[in-house]
């Protein structure tokens, strides 16, 4: 079974939020929380062969469907391929249900194959002291209740797919049981994360028909991952973006049921929880 990608850079604010959309053979959807710009989409879409699958149906939700519309104009398909573009705003509890809905009487899509929830948020780097409260639920809305409204929305449609998916990418900030070894004040980030890293897991009980899994990107070099860096007193974050993809790509090829309720990193080495 082949995954096709597509790889975004979006600024919103002062941080990015880096997103990824998977096709196999029928239809997916990526989510986004960007907002200003889209400018640098071409370039990381060119990163991928987009071109070499035939048959494929890519949906793109985003915040900003008029900026995501003149980017992905130009992004060569495969024969029989298509992209569509949906409004979902992960901080708006009802986008998620409404992008379903303009899925089944717009396109005729009654069915997803993987639904990959990728929208995250990092604009603060505070300790736990230092942070305050509407910090902690700016994080949790975006990263944590974005996912959530996301697989209660889809999971209809999901459960259609004789192989549904339901990818979560996360981090290992929200590891507890390797906090030690990531001794960076991301208090707000990895508490999201971590309750995060619960919603899947728990799914993957509650949903035993369904791949439920955690995925950690690493920490890529994209602006929000460098601003991180930076904010510790690194020069770069340590993984280039098309390491990265690479690494995403085979995990979300070989998500499988015997892999349900786990967490992985980019490496396909386990994460703890």
Do not use: C
């Not at 209809?156 to 192989?163: E, H, V, W």
Request: aromatic letters at 6%.
């Amino acid at each position: 079974m082949q995954v096709l990608p597509i790889v975004t850079q979006q600024v919103l604010d002062n941080f990015i939020v880096w997103t990824q959309t998977i096709e196999v053979h029928n239809s997916s959807l990526f989510q986004s929380t960007a907002t200003k710009t889209q400018d640098q989409l071409e370039s990381l879409l060119a990163l991928i062969p987009l071109n070499v699958w035939p048959n494929t149906t890519i949906v793109a939700a985003v915040r900003d469907t008029s900026a995501a519309t003149k980017s992905l104009s130009s992004i060569p398909v495969g024969k029989g391929s298509k992209v569509i573009i949906v409004k979902l705003d992960a901080t708006i509890d009802s986008d998620p249900a409404a992008a379903v809905q303009e899925l089944k009487t717009k396109h005729n899509i009654t069915k997803i194959d993987i639904l990959l929830s990728n929208a995250g948020l990092l604009d603060t780097i505070a300790p736990v002291l230092a942070t305050t409260p509407e910090t902690v639920r700016r994080h949790y809305e975006v990263n944590t209740i974005g996912p959530l409204t996301l697989i209660q929305a889809f999971m209809p449609i999901l459960l259609a797919s004789p192989s549904p998916r339901f990818l979560v990418i996360t981090s290992s900030i929200g590891s507890i049981a390797d906090m030690e070894k990531l001794p960076v004040p991301f208090f707000a980030y990895g508490i999201s994360k971590a309750a995060t890293n619960y919603l899947v897991r728990k799914i993957a009980f509650e949903s035993p028909k369904i791949v439920s899994a955690a995925f950690n990107s690493g920490w890529v070099q994209t602006e929000m991952g460098t601003t991180a860096a930076l904010g510790v007193g690194m020069t770069e974050a340590p993984m280039t973006l098309e390491t990265s993809v690479e690494g995403m790509v085979n995990l979300i090829d070989g998500a499988s049921i015997e892999k349900t309720g786990t967490f992985t990193a980019v490496s396909g080495e386990p994460t703890p929880w």
